[in-house]
């Protein structure tokens, strides 16, 4: 039996390092949450998207620079702590580890969906667990396995995506398929105009656009595991915006220019639908493979993200110490497992409610992932403090228009959190929220009270 290591290896490339960075801005809520958005919203989800891209991009900036600083594994959770307090080290490591709990039950809740296409008569929670069950092992084996596994699974969402606007472009040329004679552009803005469903109903699809985005700063966990993070991360984190345009904006624009939005359905993937509708039998069921890797992808992500956090707590004395013991292939074997047992109430959810399973977790996951950027945002406040005081050193990497657009997507994220009360289906998160505030405060004073005891 190999014996356990104390640190991690630095297996993760290059290659693996970018295609992480898109793997986790492309995942399940585009594939199948825009379906129920374009319903809801119509073409002006490209417009709502754009913005919330926008938002993302001063982020994943802030991130960038602090990463830049010090570039670690526990990313922004130690620069809560350093910039912040104790408190916000225990809270924002915590909350993004029940972050990506939800958002893998997410997850392994659209792998059940889509494996209904072609086995309808197979119950929703079986393809859960067989998917949860896999991916685990892949953690726990070895981190170069995770990144590889990450490679493919993004690399087949990227060439899903770029597929659809070429061949949607190609349509609109050429006019050839099923839809040949009624793709337009005009479709776009010219079935009931950019919000047709009025603009106060549109605003309510941002809760499902920000759940799109859970995962960009996952980048920031495979600092202490890449080969070369000081080059590495900023050029991953300067393409996010050029990520969102492609993938977000370029597949909004091709589905609905090939397709009139009020023709989408609200549940199901609006890429299956619109291949099914191209007339094209076997595309639906390739671009249903497509929504699966990029569900599995996402879950992938996951897994290995709440590992690593929830042994970076474990190092600070705010997680059991057992449960920061790296494996003889430098593994978080432990913190893993334990991330495995939480995301079984994913399946559970699955079995018991299916219907509702997807709607409820996002709604909790968009909680969480708002509460992990707005951290990062005023960690990254205290940070620039710091550097004014003569402190510390500026670095290159610096955040645009800082400290202005920090306070400006700090407003649009407490602003998204007010529209989930004026919908029933995810005001359950805001149910949620102060339950998990009460255990976050409890189990900090917990740690902190263990913590003095051993002093």
């Known amino acids: 039996m190999s014996q356990p290591v104390a640190e991690y290896k630095r297996d993760l490339s290059t290659r693996h390092i970018n295609m992480i960075a898109i ?31 926008v938002m993302i991009f001063f982020v994943m900036r802030a991130l960038g620079e602090l990463l830049m600083y010090r570039p670690v594994s526990g990313s922004f959770a130690e620069y809560a702590g350093e910039f912040v307090g104790p408190w916000a080290r225990f809270a924002t490591g915590w909350g993004y580890w029940l972050v990506w709990i939800v958002t893998g039950m997410a997850e392994i809740t659209a792998v059940g969906e889509y494996f209904q296409f072609w086995f309808p008569e197979v119950p929703q929670w079986i ?20 990144g590889e596994f990450e490679f493919w699974f993004a690399l087949i969402k990227v060439l899903a995506i770029v597929g659809l606007i070429v061949l949607t472009a190609l ?27 009025g603009t106060a109903s549109s605003l309510m699809a941002f809760q499902i656009v920000m759940f799109a985005f859970v995962g960009v700063e996952m980048v920031g966990q495979t600092a202490s595991e890449s080969a070369n993070p000081q080059k590495v991360l900023p050029r991953a984190i300067n393409s996010v915006m050029l990520r969102i345009l492609i993938f977000y904006v370029g597949a909004l624009v091709a589905l609905t220019a090939l397709v009139p939005w009020h023709q989408f359905p609200a549940s199901g ?42 042994r ?57 992932a708002i509460f992990t950027w707005g951290m990062i945002l005023i960690s990254h406040l205290g940070y620039r403090r710091k550097v004014a005081r003569g ?3 500026q670095g290159r990497f610096q955040m ?26 995810t ?16 189990g900090y004073l917990t740690s902190r009270k263990k913590q003095t005891a051993q002093v």
């Open 312 to 368: 970076t707590l474990s190092e600070d004395g705010q997680a059991p110490r057992r449960f920061g013991q790296l494996s003889g292939r430098a593994v978080p074997a432990r913190a893993i497992g334990v991330t495995f047992c939480a995301m079984l109430i994913g399946v559970a959810l699955n079995y018991l409610a299916p219907e509702q399973a997807f709607t409820y977790i996002t709604s909790a996951s968009t909680v969480g």
């Open 171 to 197: 349509i609109l040329v050429f006019g050839f398929s099923n839809v040949g004679d009624t793709a337009s552009l005009s479709n776009i803005w010219g079935q009931g105009g950019w919000f047709p469903n």
């Open 23 to 53: 793997g986790g801005a492309i995942g399940v809520g585009l594939f199948l949450g825009s379906g129920k958005a374009l319903h809801q919203v119509g073409p002006g989800l490209i417009l709502i998207y754009a913005i919330a891209g």
């Open 400 to 425: 645009p228009l800082a400290p202005y657009s920090n306070y400006v997507v700090l407003a649009f994220l407490a602003f998204v959190v007010v529209l989930l009360a004026f919908d029933s289906e």
């Open 269 to 310: 993937s609006p890429f299956v639908h619109a291949f099914t509708l191209i007339g094209i039998p076997a595309a639906a069921g390739v671009i249903n493979f497509v929504v699966t890797t990029a569900a599995l992808s996402s879950c992938n992500s996951g897994i290995y993200s709440t590992g690593r956090m929830l």
């Open 427 to 442: 005001r359950i998160a805001l149910y949620i929220t102060p339950v998990l505030v009460i255990a976050l405060v409890v």
């Open 127 to 146: 393809p859960a667990l067989g998917a949860l069950i896999v991916l685990s092992a892949v953690n726990l084996i070895a981190v170069k396995l995770f």
């Open 391 to 393: 402190e510390l050193t």
